[in-house]
């Protein structure tokens, strides 16, 4: 399995070299980017390897991707708050002017960071709004599942960080456009639609399904394909316990 899945790692760098993503290696390779995180480790690793092994280790990572890494590893030892441009330029190993000539000051770094990392874009395209409630249901959770196992480190700073901090990241987020606000949205579009009953608000269905998904990634350590696939299905029953007949 680690073999296929380096060869396809090979076949995306060759095909879109440092812009390669963790979600190229899972679609040629047929499994999803947990997976692919499990076995290989992160982006940045795995860029790495195959960069020295091609003689192009410029192409590692690109100028954006080492400031955007750069901004969490600073903000993974100080909070986001706190992460000075200085810090952020040392640990992207980026002159500050860099910066500031891509993205305009901290607050633009930061709400670019979020635009890059956040889900929200590949959640609009995933097959969410038509077929059965329990395949969307079950597409939704896998999807979180995968994306909360990757960016793990992100996902705790944003959401287990510091009270002020998290206000801080809130400030430049657009709030109705959130994951919380997706998942809010989707198990209200089912209440409404009948396929689900009403006893739950749909917010806290979603605080539900977040949190369980969180002590499940973040909280813990790498899990194995069988195991992710177990858990997720598991979660995905609590849940549809809520829905009303077949739900499809």
């Known amino acids: 399995m680690t073999q296929s899945l380096y060869d396809a790692a090979q076949q995306a760098f060759r095909a879109r070299g440092g812009k390669m993503t963790m979600g190229d290696i899972a679609d040629i ?8 995180y499990q076995k290989l480790g992160g982006k940045a690793e795995i860029l790495k390897r195959l ?19 750069g901004l969490l590893d600073t903000a993974d030892r100080h909070g986001f708050r706190a992460a000075t441009i200085d810090d952020i330029a ?31 874009s590949q959640m609009m ?3 969410i709004g038509t077929g059965p409630a ?16 990757e960016h793990r480190a992100l996902v705790r700073l944003v959401h287990s960080g510091s009270a002020e901090d998290r206000s801080y990241v809130q400030a430049l987020r657009d709030a ?20 689900m009953a009403k006893t739950i608000p749909p917010e806290d269905l979603a605080t539900n399904l977040f949190g369980m998904l969180y ?6 350590d790498g899990r194995k394909t069988t195991e992710a696939e177990s858990i997720c299905k598991g979660i995905a029953q609590m849940f549809e316990t809520q829905m009303i007949g077949d739900a499809t």
């Open 215 to 220: 002590g499940h990634t973040v909280l813990a």
């Open 176 to 195: 109705d456009t959130s994951t919380f606000a997706r998942i809010t949205a989707f198990f209200r579009v089912q209440q409404a639609a009948g396929t």
């Open 51 to 69: 960069a020295a092994e091609h003689g192009q280790p410029e192409l590692a990572q690109d100028i954006d991707d080492r400031i955007l890494q």
């Open 90 to 120: 040392t640990a992207a190993g980026v002159g500050v002017a860099t910066i500031y000539r891509r993205f305009g000051d901290k607050e633009g770094l930061i709400r670019a960071f979020i635009a890059s990392r956040a889900p929200v």
């Open 29 to 36: 390779a047929g499994v999803s980017r947990a997976t692919v």
């Open 125 to 127: 395209s995933l097959p």
């Open 134 to 149: 329990r395949t969307q249901l079950r597409v939704l959770i896998q999807f979180l599942f995968d994306y909360m196992s």
